[in-house]
Structure formats: C-alpha cells, structure tokens
C-alpha cells in the first residue's frame, strides 16, 4: 500500500518558469493538504483540497500561486513566474474523508523547489 | 489565531538517556489535538505521537510519550532510552478540533543530536 507520492523530489527553475508540483494521495484517501517550509522554519498551511474543490485556500499566496485536484489523477500546486522566494519544501499530506486527527500523519516525502 | 512556539532550536542527549523537547501552544478553544513530527534528514515527516485535548491521560508510544499540561498550554514530548537514530528535528504541531479543514499548525522545530 503506497503512501503519498510526491513528485518530482527536486525541482531545479529559473526565475520567471513556471513549477508544477505533483502529489498522489494514499489509496482511498480523497482528501489533499499542501504545507510549505521554508529554510530553518516548520511547515505552513497553504490550501486544503477535495476532488474537484478547494475547500481552503487561506494559506496560498494571491498571486502566481494555484491548486488542483481533478478527479482524475494527482494534485497540482502550480507556481508561476517563480522567484528566489518561492525556493522551500513543498509538502502534501492526504487523509480519507471525514477524516478527524486519527487519520492524519501521512505526509509525501516533499519536492524541494530550487529557483535559481 | 493558533500559535505554536518551541524555544529550544537545538537539544543534544547521550545515547541511552532521556531528554525533553518543549512545546508550549496558544488557543481559545477547547477542542483540539497536538502531534509531535519527526524530520530525519530525508525530509519525510514522520508522525510521532499524537494527544487529544480531551483526554487527561497522556499518551505514549513505546520509547515517546508527552507531558500534557492542558492549563498551562503546554505539550513536551520525553524521548527515553535515546538512540542515534532519533536525530532529527522534532516538529511539535496543532489542529482545532471544531474546523472543516484539519490543517495543522506547525512550530519551527527543535533539532536533536544524539551522541554515541
């Protein structure tokens, strides 16, 4: 039984590219968080997702930032036209649904982002 | 808001021995849980223990277990019988009870060093 699957686990971009984050969430779990760290910090919330709906999004930058869970397939955390500050660890977690805090804890391994 | 604030950025232990790592939180409400996360230099975050705010007892995990002081908003996790391969750094985190998002707030982590 796999756990959270991140991809890619590093990421090398220029300033200005765009990254795409991928993360496939644990076998029957519809339910998708990415937690940002940056250097010497924890992790911060960004955005919490169901199939298809953000549910919430109060951590995500306003701009450059965006997410997905399509029905099919992996999330996406989108970041556009990155700069040096966007260079962190980018973290999911996924849970089932309903889930309370017994089913938390199952995090992927990260993407490290590097922008140069 | 929820704060998360752990004062030691590094520990150090002998092999064998115990330490303590300290956690303390700021909440108005009543409901909620707390986790410790460990982050070994490959990044994954791997869940510790867990306690819910309900419970007066405190939980344990074979060599892991916490000082909950629900008062005093306190949550330190005591590592017993140390080995080396508990480096790491200790994330200490917490969810609200009574939210639709289960997102987690993280605090900046203490790093322990094991001697041999």
């Known amino acids: 039984n796999a756990g959270v699957m991140q991809n890619p686990r590093h990421l090398v971009r220029r300033r200005g590219q765009e990254a795409r984050l991928r993360c496939s969430p644990m076998?029957?779990?519809?339910?998708v968080y990415w937690y940002r760290q940056l250097p010497e910090e924890g992790l911060k919330f960004m955005v919490y997702l169901q199939k298809e709906n953000i549910i919430d999004e109060s951590g995500m930058p306003k701009e450059r930032f965006s997410a997905e869970f399509p029905k099919e397939g992996p999330s996406i955390l989108r970041i556009q036209q990155v700069v040096r500050g966007d260079s962190a660890a980018y973290f999911c977690?996924?849970?089932?649904?309903?889930?309370?805090?017994?089913?938390?804890?199952?995090f992927g391994s990260g993407t490290q982002l590097s922008v140069l | 808001a929820q704060t998360v604030t752990q004062s030691q950025p590094e520990m150090s232990v002998q092999e064998a021995e115990t330490v303590t790592l300290s956690c303390t939180y700021d909440?108005?409400?009543?409901?909620?849980?707390l986790f410790w996360y460990k982050q070994p230099p490959s990044r994954q975050m791997i869940l510790v223990i867990r306690?819910?705010?309900?419970?007066?007892q405190n939980a344990t995990e074979n060599r892991f277990s916490v000082n909950f002081q629900k008062a005093a908003k306190s949550f330190s996790l005591k590592i017993s019988d140390s080995q080396l391969g508990d480096a790491a750094m200790y994330f200490c985190a917490y969810m609200g009870g009574g939210g639709a998002t289960n997102k987690l707030i993280f605090g900046t982590g203490t790093l322990l060093a094991v001697q041999p």
């Open positions: 306690q819910e705010a309900y419970k007066q």
């Open positions: 076998k029957g779990h519809s339910h």
């Open positions: 977690a996924s849970s089932p649904v309903n889930a309370g805090a017994s089913k938390l804890g199952f």
């Open positions: 909440t108005s409400e009543s409901d909620y849980y």
